[in-house]
C-alpha cells in the first residue's frame, strides 16, 4: 500500500501518469494499475480521467496531503532511535559538481564529521532525481528539475550558473555568423540544462548546424577546444577561462542560468552527518558566489 501512495503522490505531482512512471521508473500501464488497486481499497475515485489527460477528483486533492504525511512517517519509521544518524550517507552529484566544489565542500564536512562515511555516486540529473525517488540516494547535487517535485522531497538552492558561448580561438564573435560557419555541439536538450539552451536559441531566433548532443558540459568544453565546433554551456563550474584554444562569447538578451543545488528526502534531513552535509555544500556555494562578486 506504501507504494501505491507513493505512485499516487507522484502521480498527482506530474498530473500525468506518463511522466510519473517515468519518475517512478514504471509503465504507464503500472501506474494506472496502482493507482486503481489504490482507489479500489479506498472505495473513490482520486483522478477524473478525461482521454489520455488525467486531473485530480475532489476527494484526491482532500487526502493529497494525509498521503505525503503517510509516506513521511513512513520513511521515519526507517530511522530507530538506535540507527539514526549512523550507516553511510548516500550522496548523488553530477559531474560539474564533483569536479568543482565538492571536494572542498567535503573537506569542511570532514572537519565536523571526521568518521562519517559518504558513498558518492554520479549521474545526469535526471539519474540522480529518479535515485532520490526511489530511495538508493540520501541526497544528491543537481541541477533543478523542471518538474514538480512529490511532498516528500525539498529542494534547496545553491548557486545560479551562467551560460556563455564557447568557440575555437578565431571564431567569429556573432553568435549567427558563428552558427551558420561553425558546427554547433549541443548540451542534451533532455535535461533541464541543455532545455534552457534550446528556449534561448527559440527566443533569439538563431539557426545551428547541430553535429552532435552531449550531456556534460566539462565534454563539451573540451571537444571546442580541439576544435569539433562551437556551443553554448554554463561556464562558472567548468575551466572555461583555463581551457587553451577557447574564446568566451557572452550571450545576448536577458541572462541565461541554471539553477544547482540540494535534492534532499525529508525524512533524511534529522540525520546529523546529512543536515552537516547540507551546511557544508551552503558554505562552499556561497564562497563561489562571493568569489565571483
Not at 552529484?93 to 567535503?106: E, N
Not at 550531456?215 to 571546442?224: G, N, S, Y
Amino acid at each position: 500500500m506504501i507504494r501505491y501512495l507513493r505512485t499516487f503522490v507522484v502521480a498527482a505531482e506530474t498530473e500525468s501518469f506518463s511522466a510519473a512512471g517515468n519518475r517512478l521508473g514504471l509503465t504507464q500501464s503500472a501506474v494506472s494499475t496502482q493507482i486503481r488497486r489504490l482507489e479500489e481499497e479506498l472505495g473513490y475515485a482520486l483522478f477524473d480521467r478525461t482521454g489520455k489527460s488525467v486531473t485530480l477528483s475532489d476527494e484526491g486533492r482532500e487526502v493529497l496531503e494525509q498521503a505525503a504525511h503517510i509516506l513521511e512517517s513512513f520513511e521515519g519509521l526507517k530511522q530507530t532511535p538506535r540507527s539514526a544518524g549512523r550507516g553511510p550517507v548516500s550522496l548523488g552529484a553530477i559531474a560539474t559538481v564533483q569536479h568543482s566544489f565538492l571536494p572542498k565542500a567535503l573537506l569542511r564536512f570532514r572537519q565536523e564529521q571526521p568518521v562519517a562515511q559518504i558513498n558518492i555516486i554520479p549521474g545526469t540529473s535526471i539519474q540522480l532525481l529518479t535515485r532520490i525517488d526511489s530511495h538508493e540516494l540520501d541526497v544528491a547535487v543537481m541541477v533543478k528539475p523542471r518538474l514538480g517535485l512529490p511532498a516528500d522531497l525539498k529542494w534547496l538552492p545553491l548557486i545560479q550558473e551562467r551560460y556563455v558561448g564557447v568557440a575555437p580561438e578565431g571564431s567569429p564573435e556573432d553568435l549567427a555568423k558563428l552558427f551558420r560557419e561553425r558546427p554547433f555541439i549541443r548540451y542534451d536538450r533532455r535535461s533541464h540544462g541543455g532545455h534552457l539552451v534550446d528556449q534561448f536559441l527559440k527566443r533569439q531566433g538563431l539557426w545551428t548546424m547541430d553535429s552532435m548532443e552531449v550531456d556534460e558540459p566539462a565534454a563539451i568544453l573540451k571537444m571546442v577546444s580541439e576544435g569539433l565546433g562551437c556551443s553554448i554551456i554554463p561556464g562558472e563550474l567548468v575551466p572555461v577561462a583555463h581551457t587553451a584554444g577557447i574564446m568566451v562569447i557572452p550571450l545576448p538578451g536577458r541572462p541565461l542560468a541554471r539553477e544547482i543545488g540540494i535534492l534532499v528526502r525529508l525524512a533524511a534531513m534529522n540525520r546529523q552527518p546529512i543536515a552537516t552535509l547540507i551546511d557544508s555544500l551552503a558554505a562552499e556555494a556561497q564562497a563561489i558566489e562571493q568569489d565571483r562578486g
